[in-house]
């Protein structure tokens, strides 16, 4: 131990402090960074999930029920679902880790303990936690597409816009499932979550089949849910035949979106982790 | 004062707060949960270059008073602040210049030494160039050289308790708070993670420590604040404290058939402190026990004072 304290006084020289600023991306950044760090201990099994659960909707809704269908909305089914997978890919990929993760992190591995002892904020927690699912979103969401081109979709120029759309829905959905992961208080709601948010948001959003064969006022709530707005944005990018004024709204609706669950996240989980 | 976000204010001194400041002043804070109030107008005065021992059973309120000092909780009253920075207004200001070292292990367990200690690099800001230099003096100080890729599962309980010790200190902070560090470990364990809260004290950090080991806090704190029902009873040196309240000796008796009373009582009409546990009664300052009362007392068992007579003679409540 005399060494040890030897050792010590020969280190001992003034530490090299960073000023923090009120919302800095250095923190947002080192959030990112831990992320990728445990990243690179999981990918295999992340990439598995985020390949195989894709391709085998593609698969079998597309052959099977494309067998069925022929031809929907003026897209081939497999074209049309292709694109719709996309988007719901995403939204799995970033809406359930963030609800899931964020819950176990602050509730059992009291991660956020650690972090907010560090010079980082909640608002900026929450922005590296969903900067990240964006980012893992962003790459994993084109895997559907790539899938879909190896069964024939022919996708046009536009499809290079695809992981940015991913990105931005990705970031948008995965706000939304920190929220919730913050207003929830126990494992068992999450079924409430996945029963009674998750699956109507995913099949009222032109994913499998054109919300306009809905009634009207399904119509009505499916222009509120955030994943027809991201659906709609990929399908247009893939296969043009979309008008700037339509690509703005659906832009802005995720936008709007975003800002409202960044609002909400953060506050939200204030009051979580701060007494 | 009414509850504000913490870290949303700048800071009152550009020049990163006041440098003639104490590490720590905390002046009337209230803390309640609901009708329970966990820190009761606490007053606390922690000058830099200290160990300071927040010593106090179960339920005093030292974990809330650690959390109101980290911002993850917002005292009710009072005024709280940390290296010249107030708390929680310029709470990640503070937080820049000082480690936390919480009660609870949340290391990432899948990952290595290495990267467990890489994350906070980034999160505590130490420029790219001096990162790996960090890194290798955690390890070193944690003495866990050549474990660096060893996952954080496959580590002992100390060496975990360890890391978790030097994670908080990569951007080498001028103060460390450390929240009931060594709970839960085995005495061995302890007094080996008492080398790592040494050396802190050799490179000149301030450190607050709070403990419910006596021998801990008699060991490693320059002074030592008792804690109890929120608020702090007394202060000093463990030496001058116990000096004060409980001499250089305890004479423990045990009479029999319910004498503990009488014999209690006998003392005390002599003015010397006593503590009873069971039927058992502890003088205090026994050294000051005249000849003409010894004759009367039965034959004692004879040890040193310790800090838990201290506290035990000041609050009534025991440790558990």
Request: overall charge neutral; proline content about 6%.
């Amino acid at each position: 131990m005399a060494d040890l304290m030897n050792q010590n006084r020969r280190d001992a020289r003034p530490a090299e402090h960073t000023r923090p600023g009120r919302f800095e991306p250095g923190a947002v950044l080192g959030v990112v960074a831990r992320e990728w760090i445990l990243y690179t201990q999981s990918w295999r099994s992340t990439t598995f999930a985020a390949v195989v659960e894709p391709t085998l909707y593609l698969l079998c809704f597309g052959f099977g029920m494309g067998a069925l269908v022929g031809t929907l909305a003026g897209y081939s089914y497999i074209d049309f679902l292709g694109t719709g997978i996309v988007a719901v890919s995403v939204m799995f990929q970033s809406m359930m880790p963030a609800v899931i993760n964020t819950f176990i992190k602050r509730r059992f591995l009291h991660t956020y303990e650690g972090i907010l002892a560090a010079p980082v904020d909640v608002r900026e927690v929450v922005t590296g936690e969903a900067l990240w699912l964006a980012l893992r979103s962003g790459v994993y969401g084109c895997v559907p597409l790539l899938v879909a081109i190896a069964f024939g979709l022919r996708p046009g120029p536009g499809a290079l816009l695809v992981p940015f759309i991913a990105f931005l829905a990705g970031f948008a959905f995965a706000l939304f499932g920190i929220w919730i992961s913050a207003v929830i208080s126990s494992v068992r709601s999450m079924d409430y979550v996945f029963s009674g948010l998750f699956t109507p948001l995913f099949l009222v959003a032109g994913t499998f089949f054109p919300v306009t064969e809905l009634p009207s006022w399904v119509q009505l709530l499916a222009s509120a849910n955030p994943l027809y707005h991201a659906v709609e944005l990929v399908r247009g990018a893939v296969f043009g035949g979309i008008g700037a004024g339509r690509v703005l709204a659906h832009v802005g609706v995720l936008l709007a979106f975003t800002a409202l669950m960044w609002f909400l996240a953060s506050h939200r989980m204030r009051r979580r982790v701060v007494s | 004062m009414t509850a504000s976000k913490p870290g949303l204010r700048p800071p009152a001194a550009e020049s990163g707060g006041d440098p003639v400041a104490p590490a720590l002043l905390l002046r009337g804070v209230v803390k309640r949960f609901g009708p329970f109030t966990a820190v009761d107008g606490l007053d606390l005065e922690v000058p830099r270059g200290i160990v300071l021992g927040l010593l106090g059973p179960n339920g005093a309120g030292k974990s809330t008073t650690m959390r109101m000092l980290t911002a993850q909780s917002v005292a009710d009253e009072g005024e709280i602040s940390i290296l010249g920075h107030r708390i929680p207004e310029e709470s990640k200001w503070a937080r820049a210049r000082m480690g936390v070292v919480p009660q609870h292990d949340n290391l990432d367990e899948e990952l290595t030494v290495e990267q467990n200690l890489r994350m906070f690099t980034f999160l505590y800001r130490v420029p790219r160039r001096l990162r790996g230099e960090a890194i290798a003096r955690a390890l070193r100080l944690a003495q866990l050289e050549g474990r660096g890729d060893s996952l954080v599962e496959d580590l002992s309980g100390g060496m975990r308790r360890r890391l978790l010790i030097v994670r908080a200190l990569m951007h080498r902070p001028e103060l460390v708070l450390m929240d009931e560090p060594t709970v839960g470990l085995d005495p061995q364990v302890r007094q080996d993670l008492w080398g790592v809260i040494d050396a802190l004290r050799q490179e000149g950090a301030t450190v607050l420590m709070s403990t419910h080991y006596i021998e801990e806090a008699e060991r490693l704190s320059d002074e030592v604040a008792l804690m109890a029902a929120g608020k702090v009873v007394e202060r000093g040196t463990p030496a001058d404290l116990v000096a004060k309240y409980a001499g250089r000796n305890v004479e423990e008796y045990t009479p029999g058939d319910g004498g503990a009373d009488a014999l209690e009582q006998l003392v005390r009409n002599h003015g010397l402190p006593t503590r009873r546990t069971g039927t058992t009664v502890s003088v205090l300052r026994a050294e000051e026990i005249p000849e003409s009362l010894r004759s009367r007392l039965p034959v004692p068992q004879r040890r040193d004072s310790t800090l838990e007579d201290v506290f035990v003679t000041l609050t009534g409540e025991s440790f558990d």
